[in-house]
């Protein structure tokens, strides 16, 4: 047969496949924008703003429908009442781990204008280091340095439109060039560095004396050293301790970042924190955790920081784990479920003008600070994020430590500061500037 006539057929036959894959699961699935064979709905979402196209869609086919990433069909949750529903009260079922093709291949001068990026990032990632290996790195060791450096590139690049591709046709990750493989190899490399502090610990470890998550980690593995089935194993710590360096130091140094961003753009809220902060702590002491409760403006700035920036907008995907009828739609175990999260914090009817950043939106007639439910920056339910505690004991230390000891000052107008994401695709990344740290 000549090959150019084999090819013809081959192709059509993937094509009518995809047709009648995608005919069928519609059949059963919730509506949603009509996919194109193989490329599913991706010309229909901007990929640089997933979240944004989400919500686009929600107005047309509601609260619950289906989008095509390539030919992978994705239930999609848009806002509050759904997203409960779902996480809450039904959150064994929406408690699987969705596919991310990406992360699955991974886890196998003082006073002087500058970018807050590297600085925000050391002090998480030490708190990280310090539960994990009982230590703390010096901001110039060249070990961490090396670290921070890939991991920042790293976040950069899963939040990048080509990222958003790789995901939709996974086999792009293994037979195209790209900044996936700077990514690969980023991650290899630190998982690498991991294994050998693991090795470091396996040497050294008193058995009565633990003294730290790795030493209890080891000691449970020598205990069911003999089990078959056991998860204690060290590829599984090696890819525990990169999910916590990963989640727990990135996520918290870029809302860091950009709410030091949006200070900077917002000189009449952070002069109400700085107040707030000579009034209940002074010059003359650290910030302590049992502050917080004195200090209600602080505390809404910082939940209007983590409402507005939106940093994870469609959170980590999530699976079914066994067929559902859920509002009146039949969803198949194994599906793909996006939760918008974005629809949640942004919802206009909860937070009037939610574009606005506002920390009015934390407070009442009398200026307390007041809970929202749709305040879920972490998520909600069975896979509510693991250090949310973590991180917001340190947003408030790191943040009011920052505005006791220094006025911040921006190199340009802060009328011309520009808040909106670079990439809003995995992360809100924000924009790169300069900022000056004036001693007070």
């Known amino acids: 047969m000549d090959p150019v006539v084999a090819l013809v057929i081959s192709l059509s036959c993937i094509l009518l496949l995809s047709l009648w894959r995608q005919r069928s699961g519609r059949l059963r699935l919730p509506p949603g924008p009509m996919p194109l064979p193989i490329l599913g709905n991706i010309l229909q979402i901007d990929v640089k703003n997933i979240s944004k196209s989400l919500t686009n869609l929600s107005k047309a086919y509601g609260p619950v429908f289906t989008v095509y990433f390539g030919t992978r069909p994705t239930v999609v949750l848009h806002g509050y009442e759904a997203v409960k529903e779902a996480l809450i009260d039904h959150g064994e079922v929406f408690s699987g781990r969705g596919s991310f093709p990406m992360i699955e291949r991974v886890t196998k001068g003082l006073a002087s204008p500058c970018d807050p990026t590297f600085l925000l990032s050391c002090a998480p990632c030490n708190v990280i280091f310090s539960i994990i290996f009982h230590n703390r790195f010096h901001y110039k060791d060249q070990h961490f340095l090396n670290l921070m450096r890939k991991l920042n590139e790293n976040v950069a690049i899963l939040s990048s439109p080509w990222i958003q591709v790789c995901n939709t046709f996974p086999a792009l990750i293994d037979y195209f060039p790209g900044s996936h493989k700077t990514l690969l190899k980023n991650a290899a490399d630190i998982k690498q560095y991991f294994l050998e502090k693991i090795k470091e610990h396996q040497e050294s470890l008193d058995m009565n004396n633990p003294q730290d998550f790795i030493d209890y980690f080891l000691i449970k593995m020598e205990e069911e050293k003999n089990k078959p089935q056991t998860e204690f194993t060290t590829e599984a710590l090696v890819s525990l301790v990169n999910d916590l360096f990963g989640a727990g130091t990135e996520t918290t ?65 999530h699976a079914v784990t066994c067929d559902i009828n859920f509002r009146n739609y039949f969803i198949p175990k194994g599906t793909t479920i996006i939760t918008s999260l974005t629809s949640v914090l942004h919802d206009n009817k909860e937070f009037p003008n939610p574009e606005k950043f506002d920390p009015g939106h934390f407070l009442d007639e009398r200026g307390k600070f007041k809970k929202s439910d749709y305040f879920i920056p972490f998520s909600i339910g069975k896979r509510i994020c693991a250090g949310e505690g973590l991180a917001r004991m340190e947003l408030f230390l790191i943040l ?14 802060p009328k011309d500061i520009d808040t909106t994401p670079v990439f809003n695709g995995f992360v809100s990344v924000p924009p790169a500037y300069q900022i000056c740290f004036i001693p007070v």
């Open 253 to 317: 140094s870029t809302t860091l970042r950009y709410g030091l961003l949006l200070l900077l753009k917002h000189t009449e809220v952070t002069a109400k924190v700085k107040e707030e902060i000579d009034h209940v702590i002074g010059r003359h002491r650290s910030p302590c955790m049992q502050d917080r409760s004195s200090m209600p403006y602080t505390e809404a700035v910082l939940h209007e920081i983590q409402r507005y920036i939106d940093l994870v907008p469609i959170n980590t995907p």
């Open 400 to 413: 009011t430590t920052i505005l006791q000891n220094f006025h911040l000052k921006s190199v340009v107008d």
